[in-house]
């Protein structure tokens, strides 16, 4: 957001009372909060007359582990950062310590502590699909309160421009309109603008720009139908600048792009020639600059007609800009008063003034990255992928400081107060992840198991009040599973390449800490299908079950697997072949598959509408018709749950053979609790539902303020909700889960196998470089590019010896160098401390290479990074050669200028985390 974009209207609208509903004092809020537990946990009115309130409950004692700005009355907002595609920061013209920003599909916020905790403002839009994907959003030069958003996605019907009067407590549809706030170029411009006569123009997706004369309220159309508009920019004297981009919505005609310039004031527009810059702004010396096709500065005396380059200092490079995160990528573009920014993909600022000659890399003193207190998960750390910048959104100065900026990127924002020289996260309160299950753990009600989109998984051990997420393996989570008879043992199906596709059985044996790829040994080829649904038995926690996409005869159905994740076999009997069961897309329906605590097998399909039990020797499909496709099954101990949209809450209590309606109307998900029998909680798309005599009376309250509820899970006296956006909250279905929780230790879950595999480690000399004929004899150079050389190292990451060290000799290389071993035909732990000294776009990976007769038959990847990392970090993976291997090889490439370490490199045997259990 620069200067440029914004002129203060001559116009106000009607007096507005100044809501403050963010600061109220504490006695109302906990006043407030008191009344709201009264409500939940019995004094409500019931939807059915059969329902009882207790006369002797008394209010709890307001708890110190909610916060304020996370408190959303009946919901607790959980902690844990991340997630979405924060897309700006607007500060309220009239009021600097207002903040507004909004996600592609979050929703919006605002803060009234200048960014330091902030609110979510969505829960007074509809409820479903769309309204949570932000575009653009507008507030009121005079009035802090009054802000405009547009809302819509390429997945529902068309939304558009809502406004609210209050700062975000209610909203109203002012302009029906397309937005796309998910579209390909969403971290690029601005569609709401003002002109000089302090007009506000909005500029749809497909449907033109619109005008409007009283901030919002009304509308009128001023014409470039059918063009993805995706910045405006006008300047005080009449000119404005319309910038569009080709792109095809799904299942939509396609949109056009092009540049348009207009006059006066947007009234009316011509098209210039040449393609439309990504992102554009009025420079402080009154010419034009943008970005193009994100790699590319150019800059405009002629009102946009002919431009010129003005990319001076900055490291252009097209193919490296590609890649969404790279040094030479940009999209963002702001103006300050005498100064323009510019922000790479990769974090990276730079400034020109007016009349420098180039551009100046501002260069970082200091990152701050604290959530609530805690160091965020995703923080800037040695080894680790950096998220600082990735994916960089928007800069913004802000007005009047030219010094404080803010920037906003994939997972977060940051603010500097002195021209970004030191940088702090500012994501309290912030929360956007898209939630696809949550577990809690039997065994432990503290401890919340969460799988996730972009994130993969996290895990809360305070009863879901704070998340943190171990070293990323994979991008997403659908489901999770686990047993209470070994409630350590993990089971998730998620991706293997970073896909939206759950393609794979992750198996963890620390409570989540760390995961193991399972061998998944009889399954068909991944390519083909997913496995959005997992179970495990209840009593022998090494028996999984697997639903899997496409017809049965092609290898789609149910499989199971008695050693823990390493083979499976169909159970299919009296499926029909032709049957396609289970969905292979990732997002919005929940698991198709469950098993009761004996062990009996259901399934709902959402694809057929129809429902399947197993006795233990076949399926058989059940008589009942749900009058709707399930969109959720679940277990509680023998009990089983489908969730319809159109057939309501279903509950069947004799395996699945037969079925009763308890809830009629629309349910999307569905929970219940095998340790307190009786207790159901039930979501729709207006309303949550709660019962605790197993469905006879039901009692209502709300939903989170995000709405779009994919799943619930029972914790204890706590209730969890994942949403499509919104993140993760709790809570307290009874007094006693607004006490403070804290998680147990649960231990290893492993059970001793039956295998005893005479296991093989490779042969590795002197894995401390204790001697440097270790480096000479042992070790081979390849070089690729440039001149480099290896050697040994006095450094050391252990008490004994030196190191390893590949340096670069004269300018960059691609080198690399290698360990080759004898093949071992198992598994083992490869373990290794290195370090890097390089510039921002030195590359250090390692991996294992598997050959046979000389050629090499795999590669696998066990760390990759860029920049510098001073500090010894260590890499500890389960590895495997390939099959059929007859070498293999531990290979550190160095790819630019510098140099990297190897030392304290080991191989052990990992504990047996798949086979038969012993009996």
């Avoid at 995160?325 to 990769?346: H, N, Q, V």
């Avoid at 709405?707 to 204890?716: D, E």
Wanted: glycine share 12%.
């Amino acid at each position: 957001m620069g200067y440029s974009k914004k002129v203060s209207p001559p116009l106000s609208p009607p007096a507005l009372p100044q809501t403050r509903f963010f600061t109220k004092g504490l006695h109302m809020f906990y006043s407030v909060r008191i009344a709201s537990l009264l409500i939940l946990f019995g004094l409500t009115c019931a939807c059915s007359p059969k329902t009882r309130s207790p006369s002797n409950l008394h209010a709890p004692e307001a708890s110190p582990i909610r916060t304020s700005h996370r408190d959303y009355g009946t919901w607790q907002s959980s902690m844990f950062g991340g997630g979405g595609y924060l897309q700006n920061i607007v500060p309220a013209p009239s009021n600097p310590s207002i903040l507004y920003c909004y996600v592609d599909v979050g929703g919006a916020y605002r803060s009234e502590d200048t960014g330091l905790t902030w609110r979510m403002l969505h829960g007074g839009l509809p409820p479903g699909d769309g309204y949570y994907s932000v575009r653009g959003l507008d507030v009121h030069p005079d009035n802090p309160d009054w802000v405009l958003i547009a809302v819509g996605n390429q997945w529902s019907p068309r939304k558009g421009v809502f406004l609210s009067q209050d700062g975000g407590q209610t909203w109203s549809l002012v302009l029906d309109a397309q937005v796309y706030g998910n579209e390909a170029f969403r971290s690029t411009g601005f569609i709401f603008a003002r002109d000089g006569k302090g007009r506000l123009h909005f500029a749809s997706a497909g449907d033109g720009i619109w005008v409007s004369e009283d901030h919002g309220l009304t509308w009128s159309l001023r014409g470039l139908e059918g063009k993805n508009i995706t910045d405006l920019t006008f300047a005080d004297d009449g000119r404005g600048w319309a910038c569009a981009h080709p792109w095809t919505p799904h299942r939509t005609s396609a949109l056009e792009g092009g540049f348009f310039f207009s006059r006066d004031h947007g009234e009316n527009w011509t098209a210039l020639e040449g393609p439309a810059p990504d992102e554009l702004v009025l420079a402080p010396d009154g010419a034009l600059v943008g970005i193009f096709a994100a790699s590319r500065l150019l800059r405009s005396e002629d009102d946009g007609v002919t431009w010129h380059e003005y990319a001076e200092g900055l490291p252009i490079n097209p193919e490296a800009a590609k890649g969404y995160t790279s040094e030479s990528r940009f999209r963002a573009l702001t103006t300050g008063p005498d100064f323009l920014l510019l922000g790479s993909s990769r974090g990276t600022i730079y400034r020109r003034g007016t009349g420098e000659e180039a551009w100046r890399k501002i260069e970082r003193e200091s990152v701050t990255e604290i959530v609530e207190g805690e160091p965020w998960w995703g923080r800037l750390q040695p080894g680790v992928w950096p998220h600082f910048g990735a994916a960089m959104g928007s800069l913004t100065v802000m007005p009047g400081q030219p010094d404080h900026w803010w920037f906003t990127d994939w997972y977060s924002a940051y603010e500097t107060r002195d021209a970004g020289k030191n940088w702090v996260q500012r994501i309290d309160g912030i929360e956007v992840t898209v939630i696809h299950h949550i577990l809690a753990n039997p065994a432990d009600p503290a401890r919340i198991h969460v799988g996730m989109a972009d994130n993969a998984y996290a895990q809360s051990t305070d009863g879901g009040v704070r998340y943190d997420t171990p070293k990323k393996t994979f991008s997403n989570v659908k489901m999770l599973a686990v047993s209470p008879a070994l409630p350590g043992r993990l089971y998730g199906v998620g991706d293997a390449r970073a896909e939206w596709r759950a393609e794979k059985v992750w198996v963890s044996t620390d409570s989540g800490a760390t995961w193991w790829a399972a061998p998944m040994q009889g399954l068909p080829p991944r390519e083909h299908h997913s496995m959005n649904s997992i179970a495990v038995h209840a009593q022998n926690p090494y028996e999984v079950v697997l639903g899997l996409s496409g017809k049965v005869a092609d290898g789609g159905g149910i499989y199971r697997s008695l050693d823990g994740g390493r083979s499976f076999e169909p159970v299919n009997e009296g499926l029909e072949e032709e049957e396609n069961l289970f969905r292979h897309e990732i997002w919005s329906i929940g698991p198709e598959l469950a098993m009761s605590q004996s062990g009996q097998l259901v399934l709902a399909s959402h694809d057929t509408g129809r429902i399947h039990y197993h006795d233990g020797q076949r399926w058989h499909r059940s008589q009942f018709q749900p009058g709707g496709a399930p969109r959720y099954l679940t277990s509680a101990g023998e009990d089983f749950f489908i969730a319809s949209r159109e057939g309501g809450l279903l509950k069947s209590t004799d395996g699945g053979r037969t079925w009763n309606a308890i809830l009629d109307g629309e349910v999307l998900v569905v929970a219940a609790d095998a340790r307190q029998p009786g207790l159901i909680a039930a979501a729709t798309a207006q309303e949550l539902k709660i019962s605790r005599d197993g469905g006879k009376t039901w009692s209502e309250h709300p939903l989170p303020p995000q709405g779009q509820v994919r799943t619930l899970s029972f914790g204890g006296p706590r209730l969890h909700a994942g949403t499509a956006g919104g993140g993760i909250f709790w809570m307290a279905h009874n007094p006693s889960g607004l006490a403070t929780l804290q998680a147990g230790e649960i231990g290893l879950g492993l059970l001793p196998v039956r295998e005893t595999l005479e296991a093989r480690l490779p042969d590795l000399a002197d894995p401390s470089f204790t001697a440097e004929a270790t480096v000479d004899q042992h070790w081979t150079r390849w070089s690729g590019q440039g001149n480099s050389e290896k050697a040994w190292s006095e450094a050391s990451a252990d008490p004994t010896g030196g190191s390893l060290v590949l340096r670069t000799l004269e300018g960059p290389v691609n080198s690399s160098v290698g360990y080759l071993f004898p093949a071992v035909d198992n598994s083992f732990k490869l373990a290794l401390a290195w370090k890097a000294d390089g510039s921002e776009t030195t590359e250090v990976q390692i991996a294992l290479r598997s050959y046979r007769e000389k050629e090499q038959i795999h590669w696998q990847t066990l760390h990759r990074s860029t920049g510098s990392a001073l500090e010894w970090a260590w890499i500890e993976r389960e590895v495997r050669l390939a099959e059929g291997a007859d070498r293999g090889e531990i290979v550190v490439v160095l790819t630019g200028e510098g140099s990297v370490w190897v030392d304290a490199l080991s191989a052990s045997i990992p504990p047996q985390i798949f086979g038969n259990p012993q009996k």
